[in-house]
């Protein structure tokens, strides 16, 4: 078959595979710093970040300095774990200088995915046991195992059969911790649950979960695909609750926009996947130099250049612009990961809509349609904040006038 003589947006439609009927078909052209330009010029402010992905924002110089450097080296050597590879060495310290003295064996993977499929595994390797729990209303993947437990029956039931003993409980409910006993093998949990639609519990239910799981000997996995590196003002979400868990996935933004992401657990429990069988989790392109280069150039800029100190500033300043607003329900937010309640679906489709013609990208949750999602780049400055506000502001005010 021959397309070559066909538009860049006909091949998008046509011969790629879509992953809904109403994609956003706008042709990107360049990107920098908080905006994204289409082929023709238009600048459109991202204030979602590839969802949670670019929370340096778009061509940072230090990230892109980072992979165009390793690529002069070298890019793909061997399947992850045979080779010593620099980049993945100076990640791995980069890593373990912002967590805890118990999270201090990394393993590197393609994608958040993949790290919690790979930790489920680890959980049941490590407890022998076969039981999983998690949360109504989570999120943690598309994969199989990944979806299996994410609480949208929705999304699930058509890919049925899943996973077996998969069984969830409702989130911040500390009564349904008693369903966590000795059958089970982890809990998986985002400790704010984000396609939920923002969910923050209280640091006394956070307590109470880890408590539970030591008392049963159950594995506490935490979920930061989209609360880590920075995005609810504490490099990890996990952080605000004075809770630590036996394994962290990671990704989104973690590489500056690279395909990436990580497990990390203690050493003792890692080693469970090397032997009986050997070979326990295997990964091809997991820790890829080229990405582990440039998520170790986003660990330092974050931490060289204090970003993390001002999120929940500027992200107070997003929520008293917005808060005001009479068709604005609720706001719910940790830093600059927010979710903003409106009285429906088809005001939040309209208002989003208008957004987006307007040269402000916000989006949708899969699980909370009343609500939409603004998460931008954590370099966004206070003149970008007003100016999308103004933007977002007005875009409500139309829509409720027509």
């Known amino acids: 078959m021959d397309i070559s003589n066909k538009s860049n947006k006909d091949i998008f439609f046509e011969h790629q595979a879509q992953t809904s009927p109403y994609p956003l078909g706008i042709e990107i052209d360049y990107a920098k710093g908080v905006y994204m330009y289409d082929v023709n010029g238009k600048s459109y402010m991202d204030l979602i970040s590839g969802i949670a992905v670019n929370n340096l924002g778009h061509g940072h110089p230090k990230i892109t300095k980072a992979i165009k450097d390793q690529v002069d080296k070298y890019l793909f050597v061997m399947v992850y774990g045979e080779m010593v590879q620099k980049p993945q060495i100076e990640l791995t310290k980069s890593?373990?200088?912002?967590?805890?003295?118990?999270?201090?064996?990394?393993?590197f993977v393609n994608s958040g995915?993949?790290?919690n499929e790979a930790a489920l595994k680890l959980?049941?390797?490590?407890?022998?046991?076969?039981?999983?729990i998690s949360f109504n209303r989570s999120y943690h993947g598309n994969t199989h195992g990944s979806l299996s437990v994410s609480g949208n029956e929705v999304k699930k039931n058509a890919f049925r059969p899943l996973l077996p003993d998969v069984r969830f409980i409702n989130f911040n409910v500390e009564n349904d911790l008693q369903y966590i006993t000795e059958k089970t093998a982890g809990v998986i949990v985002e400790p704010i649950q984000g396609d939920a639609g923002v969910r923050i519990p209280t640091i006394e239910y956070m307590t109470a979960l880890r408590k539970r799981c030591d008392e049963v000997g159950a594995q506490l996995i935490f979920d930061e695909i989209q609360t880590g590196f920075g995005r609810t003002g504490k490099f990890f979400a996990f952080e605000h609750f004075g809770v630590t868990p036996d394994i962290l996935t990671i990704a989104k933004g973690m590489a500056g926009g690279m395909a990436m992401g990580c497990f990390v657990s203690s050493q003792e429990k890692m080693k469970v996947l090397s032997h009986d069988p050997i070979l326990g989790h295997i990964t091809t392109f997991g820790g890829h130099p080229v990405c582990c280069a440039a998520s170790n150039a986003v660990i330092q800029t974050l931490k060289e250049d204090n970003i993390i100190d001002d999120v929940e500033r500027k992200g107070q300043l997003f929520?008293?612009?917005?808060?005001?607003h009479p068709a604005i329900k609720e706001i719910r937010r940790k830093g600059l990961m927010f979710a903003i309640d409106m009285e429906s679906f088809e005001l939040v489709n309209e208002v989003v809509t208008t957004c987006i013609e307007n040269g402000v990208i916000t989006y949708w949750f899969l699980s909370t349609p009343y609500a939409f999602?603004?998460?931008p780049p954590l370099i966004i400055s206070d003149e970008e904040i007003h100016k999308a506000c103004d933007v977002i502001l007005a875009a409500i005010d139309t829509c409720i006038a027509k």
């Open 113 to 115: 995915t993949e790290a």
């Open 123 to 132: 959980a049941k390797r490590y407890t022998g046991r076969t039981e999983l």
């Open 319 to 324: 929520e008293d612009r917005l808060k005001s």
């Open 95 to 107: 890593l373990l200088s912002v967590l805890p003295d118990s999270l201090n064996a990394t393993y």
């Open 373 to 375: 999602r603004i998460a």
